[in-house]
Nanobody, 124 residues
Framework: QVQLVESVGGLVQAGGSLRLSCAAS????????MAWFRQAPGKAREFVAA????????DRADSVKGRFTISRDNAKNTVYLKMNSLKPEDTAVYYC?????????????????WGQGTQVTVSS
């Protein structure tokens, strides 16, 4: 069993920055693809970004390109999401996810493990 634990989110003003982290533990594999999804009130869960174990396969949602950066530190079994130029529409619960395989993916149904979620609120 894999456990994913996200860092605490926060409240920031529009235009500000925030970095989230997600640490993985347990399981029998250390080569998981890891990703971030988010869900705003009244909306469906949506893909944000994903990165393969090697870092060679990365996917990003169009809405965050140029603003968000996904990275990972395999020695720490941790994935990061650096969020810059935050907008009110970025307000959501952010979820860390992981799956087996070699390639990043954009569909939530591809992922086997999920964190508990962390709240990010961006004020106008």
């Amino acid at each position: 069993q894999v456990q994913l634990v996200e860092s605490v989110g926060g409240l920031v003003q529009a235009g500000g920055s925030l970095r989230l982290s997600c640490a993985a533990s347990g399981g029998t594999s250390t080569t998981y693809v890891m990703a971030w999804f988010r869900q705003a009130p009244g909306k469906a869960r949506e893909f944000v970004a994903a990165i393969s174990w090697s870092g060679g396969s990365i996917d990003r949602a169009d809405s965050v390109k140029g603003r968000f950066t996904i990275s990972r530190d395999n020695a720490k079994n941790t994935v990061y999401l650096k969020m810059n130029s935050l907008k009110p529409e970025d307000t959501a619960v952010y979820y860390c996810a992981a799956k087996t395989g070699a390639f990043a993916g954009v569909r939530g149904t591809m992922y086997n493990y999920w964190g508990q979620g962390t709240q990010v609120t961006v004020s106008s």
